[in-house]
């Protein structure tokens, strides 16, 4: 257990599905991440928020909508996604985005697109 | 750009074999390193880390990388170990503003009982 839990843990939706992929820290970290972990791939960074505020996205397609109302939530909106997203997707809080700073992993969602 | 290199996709070892997993990457300014695992069904977890000072980090369960800057290497090793052990190991580099981290692709260990 690392204090960032992850809900669902498994998803399976159709293309035409709209869902939400939620994630929550309790170690009072100031920033979050979503990566997505493919097969034989290495992780990528989708988005970094640091206070609330989204600093990074690299290059995601806009059928990832990502929200982070407080510096304890996040969310990943699934909308019109294609079979080739089906993946781990992982949330990740640090302390802040110092190039020090240690990220702390969810146990992740694994998504199927049907 | 940064980018990270884990040489071996999958290694298989005997138990009590001593362990070596190599990672190199690429950035011309300060880093910091790490090594997470994650264990079959679990999350991805830090096993060690090397900010500054010491080259020769040690992490938990008997793990320990080396640093060589001139390298730009932070191998990964474990004097003998233990079925326990199988699991994937990821190289990760930090560095720039933003603090993100660049994974390499990650090794797959396997230790046969």
């Known amino acids: 257990e690392t204090g960032v839990t992850q809900t669902p843990r498994h998803l399976v939706m159709g293309m035409t599905n709209k869902k939400s992929l939620k994630c929550e820290q309790h170690?009072?970290?100031?920033?979050m991440y979503w990566y997505k972990q493919s097969a034989k791939k290495p992780l990528e960074l989708m988005f970094v928020?640091?206070?609330?505020?989204?600093?990074e996205n690299n290059s995601v397609p806009s059928r990832f909508s990502p929200e982070c109302p407080n510096s304890s939530h996040l969310f990943l909106h699934l909308h019109t996604l294609q079979p080739e997203d089906s993946a781990l997707y992982l949330c990740?809080?640090?302390?802040?985005?110092?190039?020090?700073?240690?990220?702390?992993f969810g146990p992740g969602t694994r998504l199927t697109v049907l | 750009a940064q980018s990270v290199s884990q040489h071996n996709h999958h290694v298989i070892l005997s138990e009590a074999a001593s362990l070596e997993l190599g990672c190199n990457y690429s950035y011309g300014g300060t880093v910091n390193l790490f090594w997470y695992v994650q264990y079959p069904g679990q999350h991805l977890q830090l096993l060690l880390k090397y900010f500054s000072g010491d080259p020769l980090v040690k992490g938990i369960k008997g793990f320990e990388a080396e640093f060589i800057k001139s390298k730009f290497s932070f191998n990964l090793r474990k004097p003998s170990v233990q079925w326990s052990d199988t699991a994937e190991y990821f190289c990760?580099?930090?560095?720039?503003?933003?603090?993100?981290?660049?994974f390499g692709k990650g090794t797959k260990l396997s230790v046969k009982p």
């Open positions: 990740a809080s640090s302390q802040g985005v110092l190039f020090g700073d240690t990220q702390y």
């Open positions: 928020y640091n206070f609330k505020e989204q600093t």
């Open positions: 990760a580099v930090g560095g720039g503003s933003q603090g993100n981290l660049i």
């Open positions: 170690l009072g970290h100031n920033a």
